[in-house]
């Protein structure tokens, strides 16, 4: 079955540093979406993204986060000044279509913010 | 506003039946899902609700009442390897992707 990939699988940063999260969609999927777990907690929808621009995304993806499809193959998730709140599990998904279509997940990468 | 519940753990043993609850209430509904996440993973799909009524799989089912916002997931025959969490998300109306509201994951432990 096609997955989706995401790098790197853990990454550790300084508290105010960038990092940026990579991720590749299915090849012939259209929507993608980043999501986030904190520990032990549920998974929070961050963004939604279509057709080049952010169709929709939630009150914790603020002026620090922002999203990009730099290819035609990649979707990263740039974090500017990463805070200690910050760290948690990232998922990228993705699917086909809008609507009535499931999420297929990446494994994740782990951001722990020091 | 979107509230999801679910409990929190389940204890079950081998070979038996269980099922898990979901309760929603959202601004919109487009569906609901059912997903399997183990620890440290990502979340996989089970299934898939729109319609009121029971969908099949294998030894996995899922219900959906619309009406009540009350959907179940219901595991046969269990095995050790179907220990983990298993998340509610319901799809709100929306045209331009799928913003899942997620509940907060049920913890299935199936014993020997």
């Known amino acids: 079955e096609p997955e989706v990939t995401q790098t790197p699988s853990h990454q550790v940063t300084q508290m105010g540093q960038e990092v940026i999260l990579r991720c590749v969609p299915i090849?012939?999927?259209?929507?993608f979406y980043w999501y986030r777990q904190i520990l032990g907690q549920k998974v929070e929808f961050l963004v939604s993204f279509y057709n080049n621009e952010i169709s929709e995304k939630s009150e914790i993806f603020d002026d620090q986060f922002s999203v990009e499809r730099p290819d035609g193959s990649n979707f990263t998730l740039k974090i500017r000044s990463t805070k200690l709140e910050d760290s948690a599990m990232y998922f990228c998904?993705?699917?086909?279509?809008?609507?009535?279509?499931?999420?297929?997940f990446g494994s994740g990468t782990q951001l722990s913010v020091l | 506003g979107q509230n999801i519940d679910q409990p929190t753990e389940m204890t079950a043993t081998e070979g038996a039946i269980v099922q898990i609850n979901c309760t929603y209430q959202?601004?919109?509904?487009?569906?609901l899902f059912w997903y399997q996440q183990h620890a440290g993973e990502a979340p996989t799909f089970l299934s898939y609700n729109v319609l009121d009524g029971l969908e099949e799989k294998g030894r996995f089912s899922s219900f959906l009442s619309r009406s009540k916002g009350y959907s179940y997931l219901l595991l046969k025959e269990l095995q050790m390897k179907d220990s983990a969490s298993y998340l509610c998300?319901?799809?709100?109306?929306?045209?331009?992707?799928?913003?899942?509201?997620f509940g907060p994951g049920t913890r299935l432990s199936v014993l020997p």
């Open positions: 998300a319901v799809s709100p109306w929306n045209n331009y992707g799928q913003n899942f509201v």
């Open positions: 090849s012939n999927h259209l929507y």
């Open positions: 998904a993705s699917s086909a279509k809008a609507t009535n279509e499931k999420l297929f």
């Open positions: 959202t601004s919109g509904f487009n569906g």
